[in-house]
Nanobody
């Protein structure tokens, strides 16, 4: 069992930056591929970025070059540094943990709102 709690969302102007954090508790953190997803009103939840226990990451095309995902396995933390934010980045951002050996084992945080607006 893994519990996830996100923080760091808020209101930011276009071009600004935010750093989201997600802290995990429970099972061995390094056994999980960690991801950030987002869901805007009326849209499906979509992958933003993922990172393996070893640090290999991948990103949605829409955020490449602007967002950076990182993790600290010892502290059970995963981060999403978001730069050059755009209004279309506005969404609820969710932290996800997927077991590396069983993709059906999935955990979600409660989400944190990010609003990009002037």
């Amino acid at each position: 069992q893994v519990q996830l709690v996100e923080s760091g969302g808020g209101l930011v102007q276009p071009g600004g930056s935010l750093r989201l954090s997600c802290v995990g508790s429970g099972s061995t953190f390094s056994f999980y591929v960690m991801g950030w997803y987002r869901q805007a009103p009326g849209n499906q939840r979509e992958l933003v970025a993922r990172i393996t226990g070893g640090g290999t990451s991948n990103y949605a095309d829409s955020v490449k070059g602007r967002f950076t995902i990182s993790r600290n396995n010892a502290r059970k933390m995963v981060y999403l540094q978001m730069n050059s934010l755009k209004p279309e980045d506005t969404a609820v951002y969710y932290c996800n943990a997927q077991h590396v050996r069983n993709a059906t084992v999935n955990y979600w945080g409660q989400g944190t709102q990010v609003t990009v607006s002037s």
